[in-house]
Structures are given as C-alpha cells and as structure tokens.
C-alpha cells in the first residue's frame, strides 16, 4: 500500500477510535455482577436472583447478572478479586468479605436479619427432649450431629458459639466430631432422615421449609431457639462509582431499600422471607467477627 493511502488508513482509524470513545462511555457495556452464598436449594436460588437482577437492572438502567458460586469461600473469594460486585452474604461471609476487600461497603440487610436466630433440630427417635436453656445443651453430648456449611453464620457459626457457652465442644459428640451437611435445606434432609440425630440451622429457612411442606412434624421437630444476633447482609465492591458513574453505590443502596412488596418485589420479597430491606453497617457485625476470631474463623 502506498504511504499515502497507509496514513489515510491510519487517520481513519484513530479518528474512529475518537468516535467511538466519545459516543460510548466507559461504563456504558459495564454489567453489574451479582451473587449469594449458596446456603439453600440452587434451584430458589437461580428462581430468586434472576428476579431481582431484573428489577435492580430497571431501577438502575444497567446490565445486571447473577453469577452462582459452588460454595461458601468461593463467595468471598469471587468479590475480593472483582468476579462479583454485590453479594448476599452471611453475617461471618460478609466480615471475611470486608476484611480481604478493603474500602467494601455494608448496604443493607433485611428486616429480620438485626435478630436473627438458629435453631437446633431434632430426629423424633433421638429420644432428645425441648432444651430451655444454653446449659440444656450438654444433653447432645454423644449425639451424632451436624452443622450447615463450615461457614455459615446461622448453620455453624452462632450455633457453636452457644455450645461452646455451654461447655461442649464438637469433639463430645458421637465419633468424636460434627458432621457438616453443606446447607441448611440440607441439615433438615439428615436430621429428618435420620442419618444425624440433631442439627442446627437458620431459623428462617427451617420456618420457610415448614410452611411449604417440605417438613414431617412426626421425624423431626425444634428443641432450641438461640438468642438472637445480627446475620445476613448486602455488600458492595469498592469503585463501583468509577465503574458505573458518581452516586451509583447510592442508588443502588437505594434501589435495595425501594423494593416495595408488590409485582416482582413482593416475590423477592417472600423468597428473601423478609417484609422489606433497611440500612445496615458494618458496626453491626462487630460481634460476629469477635466470635469468629474466638472459634479460629477469622484470623
């Protein structure tokens, strides 16, 4: 090609590449990444953040997609190195979160989630009866049984914190250690099987399985309620502002907070088990991290 023709080219080219940049903002083909940890069925799951990054997507004129993860870790691993930009976390997840992605901010929880509970579980045959206080808890000593996720606030975290509180240690219970059945839904499916003789979960997700029928009342049944304590949150990546324009961690703050219980929002509303979102901060959560430094969690 002549030199000539070869500069045309070229001129043509870095006045397109001008165009182009000027046309189309920086953040213009940016999606926000969302996800969850994976602490139920992944079919209500996909069911349920599918609606929501619909709705988040209309509310703020950007691109929203849900991105599942196979575990607990992997949830906090995606958003420290930028996979995900808002997840769903558990009150321990959303620490670990915040303390390996500085400058992460803490926007919202649901209602429920200021008191939060777990509850202990029981195999009708376990002969195991109702516990009315944390020193009742000696009484699963040698029992055979098992927590959620390794992970999960309400499945092992808190649970263990109050047997601890009560002097037994996992090492006290049959085969000399506790079983780990990877979900909540999951906990309910080997107690009421009777593969675990008790078992402890998020108190929400037991109340949520019991109302849809997913529960035999004659194999397994509750025989504590924890204190209450501070759980799941919403957490958002730092430099979304830079991403995806100044005021967007807002507005998405905002958007969390405006889901109304009707259309799609009430669906959200019902699968989440909440009545609405409010604000939260990251001082709510002191506590959680104080017990997950204390049972080795958190170092």
């Given at each position: 090609?002549?030199?000539?023709?070869?500069?045309?080219?070229?001129?043509s080219?870095?006045?397109?590449?001008?165009?182009s940049?000027?046309?189309l903002?920086?953040?213009?083909?940016?999606?926000?990444?969302?996800?969850?940890?994976?602490?139920?069925?992944?079919?209500?799951?996909?069911?349920?953040y599918?609606?929501?990054?619909?709705?988040?997507?209309q509310k703020?004129?950007?691109?929203v997609?849900y991105?599942?993860?196979?575990n607990y870790?992997a949830?906090?691993?995606?958003?420290?190195?930028?996979?995900?930009d808002?997840?769903?976390?558990?009150?321990?997840?959303?620490?670990?979160?915040?303390?390996?992605t500085?400058?992460?901010v803490?926007?919202?929880?649901?209602?429920?989630?200021?008191?939060?509970?777990?509850?202990?579980i029981?195999?009708?045959?376990?002969?195991?009866q109702?516990?009315?206080?944390?020193?009742?808890?000696?009484?699963?000593?040698?029992?055979?049984?098992?927590f959620?996720?390794?992970?999960?606030?309400?499945?092992?975290?808190?649970?263990?914190?109050?047997?601890?509180?009560?002097?037994?240690?996992?090492?006290?219970?049959?085969?000399?250690?506790?079983?780990?059945?990877?979900?909540?839904?999951?906990?309910?499916?080997?107690v009421?099987?009777?593969?675990?003789?008790?078992?402890?979960?998020?108190?929400?997700?037991?109340?949520?399985?019991?109302?849809?029928?997913?529960?035999?009342?004659?194999?397994?049944?509750?025989?504590?309620?924890?204190?209450?304590?501070?759980?799941?949150?919403?957490?958002?990546?730092p430099?979304?502002?830079?991403?995806?324009?100044?005021?967007?961690t807002?507005?998405?703050?905002?958007?969390?907070?405006?889901?109304?219980?009707?259309g799609?929002?009430?669906?959200?509303?019902?699968?989440?088990?909440a009545?609405?979102?409010?604000?939260?901060s990251?001082?709510?959560?002191?506590a959680?991290?104080?017990?997950?430094?204390?049972?080795?969690k958190i170092r």
């Open positions: 090609m002549p030199a000539r023709e070869r500069r045309a080219v070229a001129f080219l870095a006045l397109f590449g001008i165009l940049s000027t046309a903002p920086s953040w213009a083909a940016e999606t926000l990444r969302i996800g969850a940890i994976p602490d139920q069925n992944p079919e209500k799951l996909n069911r349920l599918g609606l929501l990054a619909k709705q988040l997507s703020l004129n950007v691109p997609r991105i599942p993860v196979s870790p949830s906090v691993s995606a958003f420290r190195t930028g996979g995900l808002l997840v769903w976390f558990g009150g321990l997840t959303g620490v670990q979160a915040r303390l390996q500085p400058g992460a803490v926007l919202a929880q649901r209602d429920i989630d200021a008191k939060f509970r777990s509850v202990f029981a195999n009708t045959k376990s002969g195991l109702p516990i009315s206080n944390i020193q009742g808890l000696k009484s699963l000593q040698g029992k055979r049984f098992s959620g996720s390794e992970s999960s606030t309400s499945g092992r975290l808190m649970p263990q914190h109050f047997l601890q509180q009560a002097g037994l240690k996992p090492s006290q219970f049959a085969g000399g250690k506790a079983g780990f059945s990877g979900s909540h839904d999951a906990t309910i499916a080997v009421q099987s009777g593969s675990y003789e008790v078992g402890a979960l998020n108190e929400q997700v037991w109340n949520s399985n019991l109302k849809n029928g997913k529960v035999d009342p004659t194999k397994v049944k509750v025989i504590w309620r924890t204190p209450t304590y501070v759980d799941y949150h919403w957490v958002a990546r430099g979304l502002d830079k991403r995806f324009g100044k005021g967007f807002t507005k998405l703050q905002q958007a969390l907070l405006g889901i109304q219980p009707s799609n929002g009430k669906t959200v509303l019902e699968l989440f088990g009545e609405k979102f409010i604000p939260a990251a001082s709510q959560y002191r959680i991290e104080t017990v997950g430094r204390q049972l080795g």
